[in-house]
């Protein structure tokens, strides 16, 4: 068995900072989009509905979007049709996938939601780096995406 690769002190510092920026940014995230009534999950499925020109897609393309699996997003999709977020139907092409789609209410609390998180996003985030900066980050950023195993 190989021996661990450890994390020197600099790289550790490193990973630290990064893992409490994500976990600490993520949280306040939440705490803003839960404001308005709707849980950070809840948001996180109606952002990709709301962009879609149809403002639906099959639930294992959604899935697929957002790195989840089939259960957690059903189960969610349940709750948030008993709360007339979304409806879900059936796949015409498929008896055994569904559509889940975004409703006029789902449509409105988006919409009531994303002004304030977008603030959060620049008050927290975005206002505290430059160009360059930003560019360098997203640099980065994606070649860790491309190298983790698709999702």
């Known amino acids: 068995m190989a021996q661990p690769r450890w994390l020197n002190e600099h790289e550790q510092q490193f990973w630290r900072v990064y893992f409490g920026f994500f976990r600490g940014l993520e949280t306040e995230l939440t ?3 839960e404001k308005s009534g709707l849980s950070g999950a809840e948001y996180t499925v109606l952002v990709p509905l ?45 008896a055994r996938g569904s559509i889940v789609e975004i409703t006029a209410d789902g449509r409105r609390a988006i919409e009531n939601a994303a002004p304030a998180h977008v603030e959060a996003v ?10 360059q900066e930003m560019a360098a980050m ?14």
């Open 50 to 94: 709301s962009e879609s020109p149809e403002g639906r897609f099959r639930a294992r393309d959604l899935c697929r979007q957002l790195g989840w699996d089939r259960t957690r997003l059903s189960h969610l999709v349940r709750r948030m049709e008993r709360r007339g977020l979304v409806s879900r139907s059936a796949a015409p092409d498929d």
């Open 31 to 33: 705490r803003q989009v």
């Open 138 to 151: 997203t640099k980065v950023f994606r070649r860790v995406l491309h190298s983790l195993p698709p999702r």
């Open 122 to 131: 620049r008050r927290h985030f975005i206002d505290h780096l430059d160009d």
